[in-house]
């Protein structure tokens, strides 16, 4: 129990007095969190053993409703900690997650597993539900299944063995980033740059042998023998699951995970992919001939010796220059119209064309780090929607990637306001070098319109209940919104509005808008291919059964690693000149995050988003009346109705599959 006094300290325990309940982050120190996690789970528990002792008949206002507002500190604390350790971590913070992730897993554990709790959800979802919203509907569902989806019904001594697992994987997927982030420190230290600008490097790099270098120090992060080697931990985690899915009823992992999403089992994620990859593999050995014959020229010319052929750190080198001969495009070009603030301006400028909202900076408010940026969300009417965080550039103290998060979900608090979003998109694009500021690149914009339409997402969610609103979602839906986004990055009409050059002021000639939409498609193979074959690796890793990786785990680990590594690449027909997007040991999105035999949810969101995107194209893509559409059936609902209705109900028919194609060039 915490004293009185340190309650009167910590900052989780009391209200936010700052502007919009943005978090203190000034008056936080590492040592506020565990208590606050303690303390949190204690007044859950109480909160919990209170509807439990309800004499009442249970019903959704005293059981439900009760559930959902209760766990405030809770989720106080993990919407700064989770947020921080990824982008201002290091050693310390990591032994605090460490710490509160073991608190916080064995605390999910006993309310999941409470059989008490479930005979009262059982009761009222078994009862008539016509009197229900359909928002409450789905919440009452998703909250009835995850009880059955998290061992409410097995015995005691399953149970147990369900919860030591729960909180093993806990603690080896926040061990298994950490690695990670390690690894990706040591190839900045050792190249000057760091992981994030990995592919700019590649692309304008001269020396092959750097290049050849760069690409074995990249694709071996996580498989070095070192301390930070991932493989063992990889292994391991993939075991617990194999194992947690056998204790629940299912052969494999991939079909516990699948069982909750829009494909529902692995075999229909399979066939889904491999017609993908086979048109992308097609595409990419075009694409490679292309290349090699401007590298037969610098062999001819002397520069590379006879025999050179393209090898995978050539792809990015080479690539370049076909798109120079083919589409007239230099990146060179194009960055100076791209600066940070041009296209920061640029997501602002599409989503008020959009949804009729307006963005404007916030000065003198709390925040984790000097480099964030922080903004009002407002509607057209002036009514608040929300705070959105933007953090763009490396730093060691952060992981690698492109993300979105939220510190604070929106819901309906227990006195009837609606209490609205605090979100961040977090990224590592290449930072300002000396007087000249950051200039993007073209995959750096449409990362940038991607993680704001995760934003959007976030920001616009109408719901009552915080486990439906906003990206709360099924993870093969939710990709559907950040991919739509990426579609306004270069439309005319937008880039006139945010692309101007950053010493001259000129607004992005249209000849040179023209050579971006040309080369929209260009290299497609290759991205596609990469993409798919880290989808279907994910699926294989997670189709193993408990036996299977019982054997790989014998014996000489990194070789057992490498040789299921090639299997299904030599599998999946992936061309020798390319690898899988992300190899096992650096594949943070399977072993520490929520993409876990999910991974192919990016294809699959993609056919959603370019078939809805087709939609705009054939009326208007600024359309006002599409555009609301679109708001209201998608980006307000959240959670609160199935993916496929809320699909149908904005199209009016089933998505083709045939839009992805079409639009990557592939068909």
Same mark, same amino acid.
């Given at each position: ?28 120190? +590492? ?157 900045r230290d050792k190249f000057g740059i760091p992981v994030s ?67 529902g089992d692995p075999a229909t994620v399979d066939e889904f ?372 209705? +809320? ?21």
């Amino acid at each position: 129990m915490m004293t009185a006094c340190a309650t009167e300290k910590n900052p989780f325990l009391q209200e936010w007095d700052t502007p919009y309940g943005i978090p203190p982050f000034d008056k936080i120190a +590492l040592t506020d969190y565990v208590p606050a996690v303690k303390e949190g789970i204690a007044r859950q528990e109480k909160e919990l053993q209170a509807i439990l002792d309800n004499p009442e008949a249970p019903t959704f206002k005293n059981t439900i409703d009760a559930y959902e507002l209760s766990g405030e500190i809770l989720d106080k604390v993990t919407g700064v900690l989770y947020n921080l350790q990824e982008t201002d971590g290091g050693d310390e913070m990591d032994k605090v997650a460490e710490e509160a992730t073991e608190l916080l897993t064995a605390h999910e554990n006993s309310i999941s597993m409470n059989r008490r709790f479930f005979e009262r959800v059982k009761a009222i979802y078994e009862a008539d539900q016509s009197a229900l919203t359909r928002e409450r509907q789905m919440v009452l569902k998703d909250l009835y299944k995850s009880f059955t989806r998290n061992g409410v019904d097995l015995d005691d001594a399953s149970q147990e063995r369900l919860k030591e697992i729960n909180i093993k994987l806990a603690s080896l997927q926040q061990k298994f980033g950490t690695n990670l982030l390690a690894e990706n420190n040591a190839f900045r230290d050792k190249f000057g740059i760091p992981v994030s600008s990995y592919t700019d490097e590649m692309t304008s790099c001269e020396d092959r042998n750097r290049r050849e270098e760069m690409f074995k120090a990249y694709s071996s992060r996580g498989n070095n023998g070192n301390e930070y080697d991932n493989k063992a931990l990889a292994l391991e985690i993939l075991r617990l699951r194999a194992e947690k899915a056998r204790l629940l009823g299912f052969d494999t992992f991939a079909a516990y995970e699948l069982d909750d999403q829009m494909a529902g089992d692995p075999a229909t994620v399979d066939e889904f992919l491999d017609k993908i990859q086979k048109a992308a593999n097609a595409k990419a050995l075009k694409e490679v001939a292309d290349m090699q014959k401007i590298m037969d020229e610098d062999v001819a010319s002397g520069k590379l010796p006879g025999g050179s052929r393209i090898q995978p750190w050539d792809w990015f080198y080479y690539a370049e220059k076909v798109r120079a001969r083919k589409y007239d495009l230099d990146e060179n070009q194009t960055k100076p119209y791209f600066t940070m603030e041009n296209v920061r301006k640029g997501i602002f400028t599409a989503a008020h064309k959009l949804y009729g909202i307006d963005v404007e900076p916030l000065d003198g408010v709390p925040v984790y780090n000097p480099a964030v940026g922080t903004f009002k969300v407002t509607d057209s009417d002036g009514s608040l929607l929300g705070i959105f965080m933007t953090d763009y550039f490396p730093r060691s103290s952060k992981r690698g990637g492109a993300w979105m998060n939220v510190f604070r979900d929106q819901y309906i608090g227990k006195d009837g306001n609606d209490v609205r979003p605090i979100v961040v998109n977090v990224g590592n694009m290449t930072p300002p070098v000396g007087t000249e500021p950051a200039l993007l690149t073209i995959d750096n914009v449409e990362t940038v319109f991607h993680e704001f339409g995760h934003a959007l997402h976030g920001l616009l969610t109408k719901c009552a209940y915080k486990s439906v609103s906003g990206t709360s979602v099924k993870r093969d839906f939710v990709e559907t919104f950040s991919q739509f986004n990426e579609n306004w990055a270069f439309q005319p009409e937008i880039l006139a509005e945010y692309a101007t050059h950053y010493k001259t002021g000129e607004v992005i000639p249209d000849s040179l808008v023209a050579k971006i939409g040309n080369s929209r498609k260009f290299n497609q193979g290759f991205m596609t291919a990469e993409l798919c074959a880290a989808s279907i690796l994910d699926m294989k890793w997670h189709e193993l059964t408990l036996e299977d990786i019982d054997r790989m785990s014998e014996g000489d680990q990194a070789a057992n690693v490498a040789a299921f590594e090639k299997k299904v690449c030599d599998g999946m027909g992936l061309p020798g000149e390319i690898i899988p997007r992300y190899r096992t040991t650096y594949f943070n999105h399977i072993f520490n995050s929520g993409y876990c035999a999910g991974y192919y949810s990016y294809l699959w969101s993609e056919v959603l988003d370019k078939d809805a995107f087709e939609y705009f194209e054939q009326n208007g893509v600024l359309n006002p009346a599409i555009a609301s559409k679109f708001r209201r059936t998608f980006l307000e609902r959240g959670g609160s109705e199935e993916p496929m209705v +809320l699909y149908m109900m904005f199209r009016g028919a089933q998505p083709d599959p045939g839009a992805l194609l079409r639009a990557r060039g592939l068909e």
